[in-house]
């Protein structure tokens, strides 16, 4: 059963840069065919999907948050991340990884993260 595990800072100051990792386990993201997804949920707010990478290696991303977001992987490791440049205090959120059959899920699936808090602040 694929297992996901997000890792970061949990504070980071504004303007920077949030970078966050997902550990992949009992699941391969070169061979088993899902999006693997970024999510977030601010604090009162809705689920936010902020993008995706297939097993092929496509990036996906949400269109409110092209311009500022960049996901990748590391195969040797099982890994993939996600970078938020020019953080906000509006960036605040709970941030998931997660494997999906689909795109643009907001939605918890059977496949996500426990989550991690990152709080943006100086």
């Known amino acids: 059963q694929v297992q996901l595990q997000e890792s970061g800072p949990g504070l980071v100051k504004p303007s920077q840069t949030l970078s966050l990792t997902c550990t992949v386990s009992g699941g391969s993201i070169t061979t088993d065919y899902y999006f693997w997804s970024w999510i977030r949920q601010p604090p009162g707010k809705a689920m936010e999907w902020l993008g995706a990478i297939d097993s092929s290696g496509s990036i996906y991303y949400g269109s409110s948050f092209k311009p500022r977001t960049a996901i990748s992987r590391n195969t040797s490791k099982n890994q993939f991340t996600l970078q938020l440049t020019s953080v906000t205090p509006e960036d605040t959120a709970v941030y998931y990884c997660?494997?999906?059959?689909?795109?643009?899920?907001?939605?918890?699936?059977?496949?996500w993260g426990q989550g991690t808090q990152v709080t943006v602040s100086s």
């Open positions: 997660a494997a999906e059959d689909r795109l643009d899920v907001t939605t918890r699936g059977d496949y």
